[in-house]
């Protein structure tokens, strides 16, 4: 078997085993470090998928801005004393009927699925020859997809400023 | 390829002319934004006169493109991002319309003045957002687009619902949020797969359906579902619904009002846009399309219906009465005919006019009153007749009795039915008509309850005054006038969604 | 060469695992890791099935814009957790529950 | 005199001018309220004789052809295009043929009457006159209208009105009893509502260009104006669950309208309503909605749907006696006085039903009759019951015994209230009940084996128990020995006022001479029956030989 | 004689008469209301005896007006104002306007009337009025019209003195007990108005005439019930004896010539129009109550019971007569029985005057209180006995006569059981005889008091000349034998021969039964045999207790379990279908928890059952959460089976 190939499902079982410890931890700090494990898994994956971009985007906004801002959020939410990053777990029975059998009925219609279509390598068309994916990414979202990149920006904009507004002190001495 | 980016980019420019209104929301955004950082900060009157403004000039611009296409015409924008055609151009009108109102009502964020004044800017510019969004999810015909625009949307209902800065802001906000998160990645998931099977996010393009039925099977049965999951939220249809009570409960009236009109609509037509798509390849599967959107807009209404029967707080009532009148709406997509577009497009009209009225009023009473419990409605209706009778001219339009359009929508949207059971003789169509106007009996007994306590308790003794800001009760007079205008005179608003073309 | 199928199933596993996480866990940020899961695994779909889609690289896009997304929504969320958690004291989903009929 | 052409417009919008003029005249007038409403009421009396003078049965009978109505108004109101299947055309449409007009005239009776009651009024003046014009004005709609949207919108605009008079100046379960008939109404109104919706897709007329789904009920009675191969095509064969759609139709509408009348068992909102309903209201619900409800099946249902009426005659018919049986025995056990009238109400309109179902010009003519006749009576009966709640704010019969002796003028007109009640000769009762059974057997000499002798013979059971509980009452209230439950009371109870005798006394007059000459009213309507039984018969049976 | 021509407003004259009189006196002189009206109805009288005279041969119907009409050209069914004027209305009208002006004239001194008699007056006059358009009508409907406008004035005037309980109660029972019979009357008009298609009545007999139909019978059969009701016959009976209550001139106009003769009259003018069975069956009904009412009046302690009792006997009589063929004797007997009738009755209002009280113990010594009075009294209680040289033997003999003849040719028909009827009629007469010599014993029985009170002349008179009237002058010249006299119609039909052995039968029955009358008021000795008679006559055979176990209490039983259907059913459908889906085992208790708190209570309810959809158990957002999920995978699920093929 290809290194290359067993390293994929290494990662790939590294993810699953972390996502799964995910769902058992009880420290709060533990799954977010386990989640840290997920992303940086994924990112591999993704190498595999042929999506060098998004591998990268994937550790800088993910590792690099989400992760940092829930571990943010757990520190900023812990200030009691006495305060252990537990976190219980409660809808035992019905979360996790209705998670395991979506997570098993996709499982079954998957390997229902016939995907003779995507056993052939992609075609890459003759005028993209000369470009890499990330190169021929760039171009696309200037061009392409400059409309929703604009968005995003205004997106982001509008969002901070209202994140901003709610997340700051109360003034007039209110602030609790 | 550099000449494809050159020509992509041309094309980018030369549509930035059909895309004016978009632009004229960014630009009062940015407007907004620039004054609120560079001056002092934005006085509130000074937010909503730009806010208004901009949706005012968003409202000419939008008017301007309704004679630039002829019914028959579509636009496609930006490499087939978004597609302009008289549908959207129709609701970005109402969009508008409501924005403006909207930012009318009184202000309701608590806090010291400035600060106030701070967050209103910020509301103005998140309802402005929101207004953008919809006008996006109008007009999507892209995945990649819908998604996004259905992201502008929730993110600014997030955060619109916390506006109040109350103690129990925080818990509808999040409630929504995550709601809105698992359901967007639900969604997600299924236009993954979309994507895949289809090989492109183009639903517009033929070949996207094509390649899609190519491939019937569970996969693509699951993968619809899920997709419907994110529309159903922003519908709030069951079983996507359950945020809807909480966020009602804490958001700004203002706020609320759009929150219930705007993405429901946008929404509305997106999945008016799939219907056909997605009724044509469910053909070839066991699962009917119209079964299923009957089966939800039954669920939908009865449910909706039912829950707002016991609901003790007018804005959770409301809510619920947002569910059930979503029921209603669905019913246009179950089949997609000609008459019962035109039946739906109505509905949709006078469900947002009515919605926007009532919510005006409301927010009068909210005022002495802010969470709007049932209970201190007691007798207001002797205390100020006039809020009180308009009141229930808008319950009565929701209801859907003469004189009011909402029951000309009604009548309409169950003709539609009939019309369609005739031609097509399926039997869920008259469970769904039978169904629909049993509810429209149950949604008396409910829509009613406000005017109800407000004439027939008694006022208690220490009864707060009631403010009665007389902008808005003219506002609200003014929307009632036109649904029981539009009652007697259907044809005036009928002949707008005529020359919408059903093609698509 | 990695069947697509292995792919899809590995997002079908965490994507299930997501949603558990965000059923069964009491505290908010724990909830939002659960989407965060899910959403990974939904990028997993679209990363694969973008390699197919050379001429526009959609799926690639989408993904990025899905992170993107997902990270303003992470922003506001934990605006509003750090709200919360001024008025309620607390970060547990089973006891914030101030909007009860 | 070109108004003339507009006398019914003017009789719907007179009251709502009226309404609008309360609601605008400021609370410093508030006394004037009730003049108001009194002067709305008597121009339209005014109108109403107008219309009386003007009217001349030799014009032609109505029913099947708009030139054949009278004081015919038609305009264009809305034409809504709906895309492939065509345009929508709504109008309005006003005309009275002998089926509305003596309903018409009824109604501005009893309508002026409930006025003259409401003078104790002493709550909320102005939303209680605004109301009650307001409700006068749908009911003129609902009987003059022609165009079955326009019909519907009145006889939708009868309930809030109602709902809002009962339960804002009813008694102490006036808010039970309001919902209650609000959503019985409700519920008779969107079975309607369906049926319209049928009829209007599959219906069809043409103004010489184009043609159009039209809301035109004179047009729905055509076979000819049913767009062939529509859902209630007469000439197709469109079923339902293994139903003809247009018995199904039919059906629905017959049950929408059977609440209103109210037919038994669909009553129970009936006595609640009528209990806890302020005087003036209690006499216009019976004197008037119901009425609706009779005018309803016939207008809409009789003759849209008269294959229906034939094949459901039977049906309609038991209907009718078990109301007629049903109420008289509810009413027997009445203890309050106004229940026990409002279970009359249900037992006489069983005589309407089943003269209705009869689909003989005999039977036709009863119901009408009796429709105007059981208008006035329980009108009077009503106010009866409104005189003594106002001396004594209590109407248990128990309580009461011979107050003939301290009201002899008020045991007078109750004699003869409660006396056309059980149907007296003399008195307009006997008249329509005598006619009702003369069609109700002919009708038994059909083929409908479900219609058979045994229901006129057995309806005449009701004049036993209608004879039992009038009589019941006048020996226990107004006989005997004098007695009050309060002694109290014996103060308050005094002998009617002027403006009750004057009241009491016209309705009593007036129920007098439709007694004694019936052909008064007979006259107006009886060439419209005729047309109406023979072309219901004629078409309806052509439709089910087909 | 030469008939006159007969114009219409001879109609204003005979009806008019005494409703002028009394507008006239109510305007003028309000306190002679009574002479004023009582000069009316004998111009009303004298008119009609003139028209007697010279129109008694001549049949004439006159249209008045249509009243109303339904239909056109064929189908017409015209309901005209018509009077007939012929022999038997024409004579009946006359007896009925005599006695109507005695009464009266009678009423203007009654003592018991204090004040103000407009009211009594008006239903007087209303009762005749209406009594007249009985006579007269030519039209079956009108008849219904006037026929129930007399139940009307009945219940009017029983009822006069409302403050009385019996009174208000006899009264209410009068009429209802009617409205029963008259039920028979409208599906008699049913049937006539339809299979006959018009309602005169000359027609009808005409039609009747040229053959009979199987509806007539029906028709006839509820004229019949009518009659039954309006004759007070069995099993009908029970209001007559309670309608005593009503002043006692009343009591005489209402069973000699108002009311009760109505019924009899009825059957006489649609004689023609009975088929077999009715008649029949009226025969018995008639025997039975001829002897059901005779034994009812033997033992009746009140003077006026009595003479109810003896009136509903002799209803049974005419009605017998009738049901066997011979309505003439039946015309017969109900003239001679007006006259001796009334007379028994204002004689009766007389004595009790002197004696305070009705009662027959009290009344003793009338003799020497009011002579006059009391000849009068006996000669026509003799004439109700049936005693040779009064006017009720011949008429007596007429019907004894006639059934005999019927049950002879029955019974060689097959028909055994008619002689039922004759023995019951005979029984009837024996009967008669005991309970009148009873009431005479007591009436003769001496007593010592000597209040004397003068009888004013306008009570002296008219009971004298009905005394008078009494003898078998009235009836015939010949005192005994029926078949001449003046009444009878000889050209009519056939007249019976009376066997030779009846009238010494019936002469021997009367002084055998007069005889144990007699004894019968010194019958002291209380025999438990005795005593059950003594109860079962008074009481009228406890038929009111029957009537009371076996038909009102069982209708207002299946009234009040209407109530609770309505209540309990048909509300609680109306609140069970507000209360949508709930399951069916909830149902019962939900009705009776939300009966009353009503409909919003029970939406309430309705949801706090279904409400999960808005609860979701706990109100957290992962449940909801939850809930949609589940949501999703039904639906998954379902599709799943739908592609195996579910």
């Known amino acids: 078997m290809d290194a290359a190939i067993v390293t994929f499902y290494m990662f790939c079982g590294l993810a699953v085993v972390a996502a799964t410890g995910m769902v058992f931890t009880k420290n709060l700090l533990y799954a977010a470090g386990l989640l840290a494990i997920v992303m940086l898994s994924l990112a591999v994956v993704f190498i595999y998928a042929g999506a060098m971009f998004l591998a990268v985007s994937q550790i800088l906004i993910y590792v690099g801005g989400i992760l940092v801002l829930i571990i943010f959020g757990v520190m900023l939410t812990s200030r009691k004393p006495g305060f252990s990053f537990e976190a219980g777990t409660h809808y035992h029975f019905f979360g996790w009927l209705a998670g395991l059998s979506i997570m098993v009925i996709l499982i079954m219609t998957i390997l229902d699925f016939d995907f003779t279509r995507w056993m052939h390598p992609p075609e890459v068309p003759d005028n993209l020859s000369g470009y890499t994916s990330i190169q021929h990414i760039g171009v696309l979202l200037m061009s392409k997809y400059l409309l929703i990149l604009e968005l995003a920006a205004i997106f982001l904009l509008v969002v901070m400023a209202g994140a901003l507004q709610i997340g700051a002190k109360e003034e007039g001495g209110k602030a609790s | 390829m550099e000449q494809e980016v050159y020509s992509t980019l041309t094309e980018t420019l030369d549509g930035l002319g059909t895309f004016l209104p978009e632009i004229a929301l960014v630009a009062s955004i940015l407007l907004i934004f620039a004054l609120e950082t560079f001056t002092r900060g934005l006085s509130i009157q000074w937010s909503r006169v730009m806010g208004i403004g901009g949706f005012m000039v968003v409202l000419g611009l939008s008017l301007l493109q309704w004679p630039l296409l002829d019914s028959g015409n579509s636009i496609t924008l930006f490499e087939e991002m978004l597609i302009l055609d008289r549908l959207s151009v129709f609701f970005k009108i109402l969009f508008s319309i409501a924005g403006i109102l909207v930012l009318l009502f009184p202000v309701e964020i608590n806090g010291e003045p400035r600060q106030v004044a701070h967050r209103f800017a910020v509301f103005a510019v998140l309802i402005l957002f929101m207004a953008l969004g919809g006008h996006l999810l109008l007009m999507a015909s892209n995945l990649l687009m819908a998604y996004m625009a259905i992201e502008v949307l929730s993110i600014s209902g997030y955060l619109i619902t916390f506006f109040r800065f109350e103690k129990y802001s925080g818990e509808g906000g999040i409630k929504y949020l995550i709601f809105g998160g698992v359901s967007s990645a639900v969604m997600l998931y299924g236009f993954s797969f979309l994507y895949g099977l289809g090989g492109t996010l183009d639903f517009t393009n033929p070949d996207f359906f094509a390649q899609l039925s190519v491939s019937s099977v569970p996969l693509l049965v699951i993968a619809i579902l899920m997709s419907l999951a994110g529309i159903l939220f922003k519908l709030s249809a069951i079983p996507m619904h359950f945020w809807a009570p909480d966020a009602y409960r804490v958001a700004p009236t203002g706020g609320l009002a759009f929150i219930s009109v705007v993405p429901k609509i946008a929404a509305l037509v997106l999945l008016i846009r799939l219907t056909p798509g997605f009724s044509d390849i469910l053909a070839a599967t066991p699962l009917s399309w119209m079964v299923l959107m009957a089966t939800i807009a039954m669920i939908t209404m009865t449910a909706g219906n039912a829950a707002a029967l016991s609901q003790k707080n007018a804005l959770r009532l409301m809510a619920y009465s947002g569910v059930a009148h979503t029921g209603f709406l669905l019913i246009g997509v179950v089949v997609l005919t000609e008459y019962s577009f035109y039946a739906v497009v109505f509905y949709a009209v006078i469900f947002a006019l009515a919605n926007l009225g009532t919510f005006l009023l409301l927010s009068v009473y909210r005022l002495n009153n802010p969470g709007l419990e049932m209970s201190r409605f007691h007798g207001l209706g002797f205390k100020a007749a006039l809020p009180a009778v308009l009141l229930l001219i808008g319950m009565i339009a929701l209801t859907g009795l003469p004189p009011t359009a909402g029951f000309s929508g009604k009548l309409l949207l169950f003709s539609s039915v009939w019309e369609s059971y005739q031609s097509i003789g399926n039997t869920i169509l008259t469970a769904l008509l039978i169904l629909g106007i049993l509810n429209t009996v149950v949604a008396l007994g409910f829509y009613l309850k406000i005017p109800y306590l407000m004439f027939f308790r008694p006022l208690p003794a220490e009864a707060p005054r009631i403010q009665t800001p007389s902008l808005i009760i003219v506002f609200s007079a003014m929307a009632m006038f036109l649904l029981l205008y539009i009652f007697f005179q259907p044809d005036s608003l009928m002949r707008w969604i005529n020359s919408i073309n059903f093609a698509l | 060469m990695i069947p697509i199928s292995h792919f899809l199933l590995f997002s079908a596993v965490l994507f299930g695992l997501g949603l558990i996480i965000v059923f069964t866990r009491k505290h908010i940020l724990m909830v939002l890791m659960g989407i965060e899961l899910m959403l990974n695994a939904v990028n997993i779909n679209l990363a694969v099935f973008g390699h197919w889609d050379t001429k526009f690289q959609q799926g690639q896009i989408f993904a990025l814009f899905v992170i993107l997304v997902a990270a303003a929504e992470a922003g506001v969320a934990l605006a509003i957790i750090i709200k919360l958690f001024k008025n309620f004291k607390t970060v547990d989903l089973s006891r914030i529950s101030g909007l009860k009929d | ?546 | 004689m030469e008939a006159l021509p007969f114009h219409n407003w001879y109609w204003d004259l005979i009806f008019l008469g005494p409703v002028l009189g009394l507008i006239l006196g109510l305007v003028l002189f309000k306190k002679k209301v009574g002479v004023f009206t009582t000069l009316g109805m004998a111009f009303s009288t004298f008119f009609l005896v003139f028209l007697c005279l010279w129109n008694l041969d001549t049949p004439v119907t006159s249209k008045i007006f249509n009243w109303w009409h339904i239909g056109s050209g064929q189908n017409i069914l015209q309901v005209d104002i018509l009077f007939t004027s012929n022999r038997l209305t024409l004579l009946m009208g006359s007896l009925v306007g005599f006695i109507a002006t005695l009464v009266f004239w009678y009423s203007t001194h009654y003592e018991a009337l204090k004040g103000d008699k407009s009211r009594y007056y008006a239903g007087l006059v209303l009762f005749t009025f209406a009594m007249m358009g009985i006579v007269f009508s030519g039209n079956l409907l009108l008849t219904f019209v006037f026929w129930e406008l007399v139940g009307f004035s009945s219940w009017f005037l029983i009822g006069y003195w409302h403050h009385k309980p019996e009174a208000a109660r006899a009264a209410r029972k009068a009429f209802l007990v009617n409205r029963i019979g008259d039920i028979g009357f409208i599906i008699a008009l049913m049937l006539v108005g339809v299979y006959g298609g018009t309602f005169d009545i000359e027609v009808l007999l005409r039609e009747a005439h040229s053959g009979h139909q199987a509806w007539m019978t029906w028709a006839g059969a509820g004229l019949l019930l009518a009659v039954i009701g309006k004759s007070a016959q069995f099993p009908l009976l029970t209001w007559l004896p309670d309608a005593m209550e009503g002043p006692t001139p009343v009591s005489a106009l209402l069973h000699a010539a108002t009311m009760v003769a109505a019924g009899v009259f009825l059957l006489v003018r649609m004689f023609d129009f009975l088929a077999e069975p009715v008649l029949t069956t009226a025969a018995f009904v008639g025997g039975i109550t001829a002897f059901m009412g005779a034994f009812a009046a033997w033992r009746q302690e009140d003077i006026k019971k009595v003479l109810a009792f003896s009136t509903i006997s002799q209803l049974g009589f005419m009605i017998a007569s009738i049901g066997a063929g011979y309505p003439q004797f039946a015309f017969l007997h109900l003239f001679t029985h007006a006259f001796f009738k009334a007379g028994l009755f204002l004689g009766a209002g007389v004595m009790a005057h002197h004696a305070n009280s009705y009662s027959l113990e009290a009344m003793g010594g009338m003799l020497k209180k009011a002579p006059w009075v009391t000849y009068a009294f006996i000669a026509a209680a003799l004439a109700l006995a049936g005693v040779p040289l009064f006017s009720g033997f011949i008429s007596k003999e007429a019907i004894l006569a006639g059934i005999n003849n019927w049950t002879a040719i029955s019974v060689r028909e097959g028909f055994h059981s008619s002689i039922l009827v004759s023995i019951l009629l005979w029984s009837g007469v024996f009967l008669t005889a005991v309970y009148v010599a009873r009431m005479l014993g007591y009436l003769l029985k001496p007593k010592n008091e000597t209040a004397a009170v003068s009888t004013p002349n306008s009570q002296l008179i008219p009971v004298v000349l009905l005394g008078i009237g009494s003898i078998w002058l009235v009836a015939g010249l010949l005192p005994w034998d029926f078949s001449q006299a003046w009444i009878i119609d000889q050209s009519a039909e056939s007249i019976p021969e009376a066997p030779i052995w009846m009238m010494p039968l019936t002469i021997s029955l009367i002084i055998f039964g007069g005889y144990l009358g007699y004894r019968d008021v010194h019958y002291t000795k209380q025999k438990a045999f005795n005593r059950a008679v003594t109860n079962l006559s008074r009481l009228n055979w406890q038929l009111d207790a029957i009537y009371n176990a076996m038909i009102v209490a069982p209708t207002l039983w299946v009234a009040g379990m209407v109530r609770i259907i309505d209540k309990k059913v048909l509300d609680g459908l109306y609140n069970g279908a507000v209360a949508g889906f709930v399951v069916v085992g909830h149902f019962l208790n939900l009705v009776d928890r939300y009966l009353v708190d009503g409909t919003v209570h029970l939406s309430v309810y309705v949801v706090r059952r279904s409400g999960v959809l808005a609860k979701a158990g706990s109100g957290s957002i992962q449940a909801y959460l939850i809930w949609a999920a589940l949501f999703l995978l039904v639906l998954i699920i379902t599709v799943f089976f739908m592609f195996i093929g579910f």
């Open chain 4, 1 to 546: 005199m070109t108004m003339d052409q507009y006398l019914l417009s003017f009789l719907i919008f007179t009251p709502i001018a009226g309404a609008l003029l309360v609601l605008i005249l400021p609370a410093k007038f508030e006394s004037q309220y009730k003049l108001v409403g009194l002067g709305a009421l008597l121009i339209m009396a005014l109108i109403l004789i107008r219309i009386y003078t003007l009217y001349d049965p030799q014009h032609g009978a109505g029913v099947y052809e708009l030139e054949a109505f009278h004081f015919v108004e038609h305009a264009p109101w809305f034409t809504l295009d709906l895309g492939a299947i065509g345009s929508l055309r709504a109008s309005y449409l006003l005309g009275v043929d002998g089926f509305s007009l003596p309903l018409v005239m009824l109604s501005v009776v009893v309508l002026l009457a409930g006025v003259v009651a409401s003078w104790g009024i002493k709550k909320n003046l102005k939303g209680y006159f605004s109301l009650y014009l307001l409700l006068s004005g749908s009911v003129m709609g609902c009987f003059v209208a022609l165009d079955f949207l326009l019909f519907y919108l009145f006889f939708e605009f009868l309930l809030l009105p109602m709902f809002f008079l009962i339960g804002l100046w009813g008694g102490l379960r006036r808010e039970y009893a309001a919902i209650k008939f609000f959503l019985y109404t409700l519920l008779g109104s969107v079975l309607i509502l369906i049926v319209m919706v049928m009829l209007y897709l599959s219906v069809q007329e043409g103004d010489g260009e184009a043609f159009f789904k039209t809301f035109n009920m004179v047009s729905m009675t055509q076979a000819e104006n049913f767009i062939p191969g529509s859902a209630l095509d007469p000439g197709g064969d469109q079923m339902l669950w293994g139903w003809p759609l247009r018995w199904v139709a039919f059906l629905l509408l017959f049950i929408g309208f059977a609440i209103k009348v109210p037919v038994v068992p669909l009553h129970t909102w009936l006595p609640d309503a009528h209990v806890e309903a302020p005087t003036a209201i209690s006499v216009v619900l019976a004197g008037v909605l119901l009425k609706v409800g009779g005018y309803g099946i016939l207008r809409a249902g009789f003759l849209i749907f008269p294959d229906g009426a034939i094949e459901f005659a039977g049906f309609i018919a038991v209907l009718g006696l078990i109301s007629i049986i049903y109420g008289g025995l509810n009413a027997l056990v009445s203890k309050d006085l106004k229940r026990l009238v409002a279970y009359s109400s249900v037992a006489h309109m069983g005589f309407v039903v089943l003269g209705l179902a009869s689909l003989t010009n005999e039977g036709f003519s009863g119901a009408i009759y009796q429709m105007v006749s059981h208008g006035l009576i329980s009108s009077l009966l009503f106010l009866v019951a409104g005189v003594l709640y106002d001396r004594t704010g209590d109407r248990m019969i128990e309580k009461y015994s011979g107050l003939a002796q301290k009201m002899p003028r008020f045991t007078a007109i109750s004699v003869l209230g409660l006396f056309a009640a059980l149907g007296l000769p003399g008195l307009p009762g006997f008249i329509a009940e005598i006619m009702v059974f003369l069609g109700a057997m002919t009708a038994a000499k059909g083929p409908d084996p479900l219609f058979s002798i045994a229901i006129p013979i057995l309806a005449t059971l009701g004049l036993i128990i209608g004879a039992g509980y009038c009589l019941w009452v006048l020996q226990r209230m107004y006989f005997g020995k004098f007695y009050v439950h309060n002694p109290a009371w014996e103060k308050s109870l005094i002998d009617l006022t002027k403006r009750e005798s004057i009241l009491l006394y016209s309705l009593g007059l007036l129920i007098l001479s439709l007694g004694l000459f019936p052909s008064f009213l007979i006259n107006i309507y009886e060439g419209t029956v005729e047309a109406a039984v023979s072309g219901i018969l004629e078409t309806g049976n052509a439709i089910l030989n087909r």
